[in-house]
């Protein structure tokens, strides 16, 4: 059973483009969580999705960033027009049950540089 | 609001001795406990879930207790090795359908030959 899977693994945009981070979930696995770590900083929260559905964004900035999971492909994170604050490592993880009820599975993470 | 703190923020030990690293949270009201390992430049491994009913969880050479009341958890590594060395965090759900895992800032281990 391959483990949460994330691509790219390391991106870099210049000022004012849009990235899109892609994070398939392990095989079974319906709930899909993103995280941010900024440098020096900790890991933060950003969004939780189900399948169609988001359970929870209240750590998403307002605006820029959004995220979806499609019933058929990966969730994606995209990020509108980068600035230079975006750089960090976004991780995924995924779930077999609902939210905290059981371990979170993280991906190796895209490290997004903006120049 | 809940905040997790960790204690060491740093620890460097010689081999083979026991280790233990503190993780406290402020509002008690969890529903499980989780430690993760963190290499450099790597994505985070679970290491131990602890549930709020259990008091203590063991894998190998790891052990993570948990006291809700005094909203405490503690992970003892025993005879520890160079390979233990990376970020350990501590992170407990929250949020709604307790997707949202709130971390600490970790303790960054170094353990040396």
């Known amino acids: 059973n391959a483990g949460v899977m994330q691509n790219p693994r390391h991106l870099v945009r210049r000022r004012g483009q849009e990235a899109r981070l892609r994070c398939s979930p392990m095989?079974?696995?319906?709930?899909v969580y993103w995280y941010r770590q900024l440098p020096e900083e900790g890991l933060k929260f950003m969004v939780y999705?189900?399948?169609?559905?988001?359970?929870?964004e209240s750590g998403m900035p307002k605006e820029r960033f959004s995220a979806e999971f499609p019933k058929e492909g990966p969730s994606i994170l995209r990020i509108q027009q980068v600035v230079r604050g975006d750089s960090a490592a976004y991780f995924c993880?995924?779930?077999?049950?609902?939210?905290?009820?059981?371990?979170?599975?993280f991906g190796p993470g895209t490290r997004l540089t903006v120049l | 609001k809940q905040e997790v703190t960790q204690i060491p923020a740093a620890l460097s030990v010689p081999e083979g001795e026991n280790l233990v690293l503190n993780c406290s949270f402020t509002?008690?009201?969890?529903?499980?406990l989780q430690w993760f390992r963190q290499d450099p430049g790597k994505g985070l491994t679970s290491l131990l879930l602890i549930q709020s009913s259990q008091r203590e969880q063991t894998s190998g050479r790891l052990n993570a207790s948990l006291d809700k009341s005094s909203g405490r958890s503690t992970l003892y590594i025993a005879a520890s090795q160079p390979g233990d060395s990376a970020t350990y965090l501590c992170a407990v759900p929250g949020g709604t359908s307790y997707g949202k895992l709130t971390f600490g800032q970790g303790t960054i281990l170094t353990v040396h030959p």
């Open positions: 993880a995924s779930s077999p049950q609902q939210g905290g009820t059981d371990t979170q599975y």
């Open positions: 999705l189900q399948k169609e559905n988001i359970i929870d």
């Open positions: 095989k079974g696995h319906s709930h």
């Open positions: 509002d008690s009201a969890i529903y499980n």
